[in-house]
């Protein structure tokens, strides 16, 4: 069964940082593009950053930009999304997804692959 599993969420204070890692398990995803989305509380869940199976392309929402950091382990299996500057607002369950297609995309209904989530509070 192909899985995506989360890691590294959990409470913070706000301005702190958390590194979230995304790993596969069933097959490998170096050649997926992959990316973040997160939900909070009643709300829908939404864009946070996108990484092309290369790399070489990203892309962030504009309430990440400056602050989050999306990269490509060395064998391109495993994403990260470094978070610094943590705000309230930051709250939410963040999902790992992955695409066949490989390029950049920033639409849920793209990606092929989802995780199950893990949560993310930053305290104020």
């Known amino acids: 069964q192909v899985q995506l599993v989360e890691s590294g969420g959990g409470l913070v204070q706000a301005g702190g940082s958390l590194r979230l890692s995304c790993a596969p398990s069933?097959?490998?995803?170096?050649?997926?593009?992959m990316g973040w989305f997160r939900q909070a509380p009643g709300k829908e869940r939404e864009f946070v950053a996108a990484?092309?199976?290369?790399?070489?392309?990203?892309d962030y929402a504009d309430s990440v930009k400056g602050r989050f950091t999306i990269s490509r382990g060395n064998t391109k299996n495993t994403v990260y999304l470094q978070m610094n500057s943590l705000k309230p607002e930051d709250t939410a369950v963040y999902y790992c997804a992955a695409d066949a297609s490989g390029v950049l995309l920033t639409a849920a209904t793209q990606y092929d692959y989802w995780g199950q989530g893990t949560r993310v509070t930053v305290s104020s």
């Open positions: 990484i092309s199976w290369s790399g070489g392309s990203t």
């Open positions: 069933g097959r490998t995803f170096a050649t997926y593009a």
